[in-house]
């Protein structure tokens, strides 16, 4: 009889280092979804967009509102996301009183003709530190297959090259798929190219419009991982995984592995070498941030989450304190805690520096304290509880928790 790996078998992990700041009381970065409404059709997007705005949307005064009891965690990262936060129209007003506050400022707004060089340039004399981008495919072919909207590919090359006449820091952010494993030499090629200080590489979560078969494979994710961390090297850029926290495990296996061969010295760290680039805009990045543990998602309606990916509402803004359900709410509070992870995410020596996607893993399973379904690692403890039957091999682990197995979801997910 086996027992699944879980914090009651095995001895108290240590407790996590935290370096720079303690992600139980205040976030890094807080990312609010501004509207639903936006002109593309993403076949994966996370936020299921559609034309129109939601009647209930927070209004320009309960958005201040959260600005300003987000600048009470202190200056952390701010990013208007959506749907295209361009849709919304005091969205400059926002982007000001953000920027007045204090807040470091990024925004992710849709490749459409809403973003003119004029709007660009009210955003950054609104106070906008940084601008992003999403580039899916290094060609327009590619790319715009999955944006379903043709031009996409051009119109994102132009807003970034307006940002970068007028001085505005830039980002691409790319969501990795099925669509665009076998591109992705394309993509560092283009990348290189950009005058870009950051790109963010997004693993796909199959929520919102994307389906588990969406997803690319754990071994793809691996070679993608050694594909960024060989650019990493080079790249007059910085790089980062989003929900692929098993980045981090692959960067320390490659700094351990050229350490033995000699080469320790030789590179920079992947995981720091790169602020250089990303603080000139004062963006900068952080350790370990994960779900709900150095990250805070904020939906349309105002509804209080650890991620986009991970769409389960701890409270609301127009009723309930977010620094109190940040650092109460039994979800966050869970979330924070690694000793509680289950299966090989559990037992593995990586837990500190990684701990897996908890939106994947509630995605696939409905526990985000679930083992991340998509890594290829087999931490040794693991292996040796296998052998000695107190733990399920990987794949029949797995196969006895995904979605309509049986699995039973642990929290219900937001109101749409
Ligand atoms: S097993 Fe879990 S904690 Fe370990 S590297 Fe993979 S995802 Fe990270």
Known sequence: MTRPATSKNR???RRRARAARDFDQAPYVVIWETTQACDLACRHCRAEAVPYRHPAELSTDEAKRMLDAIRRFGPVVFVFSGG????RPDIVELVEHAARLGLRVAMTPAATPLATPEMVARLKAAGLARLAVSLDGSTPAIHDEFRRVPGSFERAVA???DAQAIGLSTQVNTAIGRHNVAD?????TLMAGLGIVFWEVFFLVPVGRARPEDVASAE???AIFHKLYDLSRTAPFDIKATAAPHYARVVLQRKVAERRDGRRGAVPDPLTGGVAFSMQDGIGRARSVNDGDGFLFIGHTGEIMPSGFLPVSAGNVRSADLAQVYRQAPLFRVLRDRSLLKGKCGVCEYLDVCGGSR???????????EAEPFCAHVPARYRRMVERGEAEPVEEYFRRRIR??????????APG
């Open 11 to 13: 001895s108290p992990p």
């Open 84 to 87: 295209d936060a361009l849709k």
């Open 159 to 161: 807003i970034l090259r």
């Open 184 to 188: 992705i030499d394309g993509l560092c």
């Open 220 to 222: 793809e994710f691996e």
């Open 359 to 369: 939106a994947r893993a509630w995605a696939v399973t409905g526990d985000p304290l």
């Open 404 to 413: 309509g197995s049986g699995a039973l979801p642990v929290f219900q997910q």
